[in-house]
């Protein structure tokens, strides 16, 4: 198991949001590229960029900051989500040296999307669930859908999709530690490697989440935790690699 930093793009910033509100921001740097230098440093294997501003927009508003941590860390591993709702997009990251696009609100609208892409971008495509008791929330977690959240990951790993990054959002941003237990249900309802997002707060939560790694899950994002210092990363990070 891995531990993945988030950087979340807001303005060109490197900022944290609680439960996704716009409103409620922190902004943690003004530089995100010496950020993804920090956490490279410190050991990190796979960033986790979000561009905050492109997911509410429905395309990208921060791809320049993207791209220009992609050419400072040419070897790591990057996954990005916000606003990616076409094919041009997905090659226009993947040419910047993207390894992982991730879909989130347009795999839930418009599911045959997911399997177009899967098809002409195979290995490359993630799809980002967030859910609140089981039901799939969209359009930057303002609405929840009707959709069921295993359901949903089935029919996307039918798909092809690589991973499957799973975010409790009644925890995300507020330092209330991981939903273990659901995580571990949507892993073993799949055969695709879990991410899990949301709520990583300290190290305890990093061993309950690897206790359960056996059931597939593969990595960890953590944000504001690794921010606010409640969290060490590197420390975060050689206990999440003691894990299966």
């Not at 060109?12 to 996704?20: A, P």
């Not at 956490?39 to 990190?44: K, L």
């Not at 993630?126 to 303002?142: E, R, T």
């Not at 069921?148 to 999709?161: K, N, P, R, T």
Request: one cysteine or more; glycine letters at 12%.
């Amino acid at each position: 198991m891995i531990l993945i930093p988030a950087i979340d793009l807001k303005e060109g910033k490197c900022v944290r949001l609680r439960q996704g509100r716009m409103d409620d921001e922190t902004i943690f740097s003004d530089n995100p590229v010496e950020v993804a230098t920090r956490w490279v440093n410190e050991g990190a294997k796979r960033l986790h960029l979000v561009d905050l501003d492109g997911a509410f927009a429905g395309k990208p508003v921060n791809a320049g900051v993207v791209n220009d941590i992609a050419q400072a860390h040419p070897d790591l591993i990057i996954q990005v989500g916000g606003g990616i709702r076409d094919e041009d997009t997905i090659q226009t990251y993947l040419n910047a040296g993207v390894q992982f696009v991730i879909i989130g609100t347009k795999a839930v609208n418009t599911p045959h999307f997911v399997g177009d892409v899967c098809a002409e971008f195979p290995g490359h495509i993630i799809v980002g669930l967030d859910a609140k008791d089981g039901k799939v929330a969209i359009d930057g977690w303002s609405k929840l859908s009707n959709h069921d959240i295993i359901d949903l990951a089935q029919h996307f790993e039918s798909d092809g999709v690589d991973s499957i990054i799973y975010t409790d959002i009644g925890r995300d941003g507020m330092m209330q530690g991981v939903n273990v237990e659901a995580t571990a249900k949507l892993a073993r309802s799949v055969n695709i490697p879990i991410i899990a997002s949301g709520g990583i707060t300290n190290l305890t939560d990093i061993e309950l989440l690897g206790n359960v790694a056996d059931d597939g899950i593969m990595g960890a994002i953590t944000g504001r935790a690794i921010y606010e210092g409640t969290l060490d990363f590197a420390a975060g990070e050689k206990l999440a690699q003691s894990f299966a």
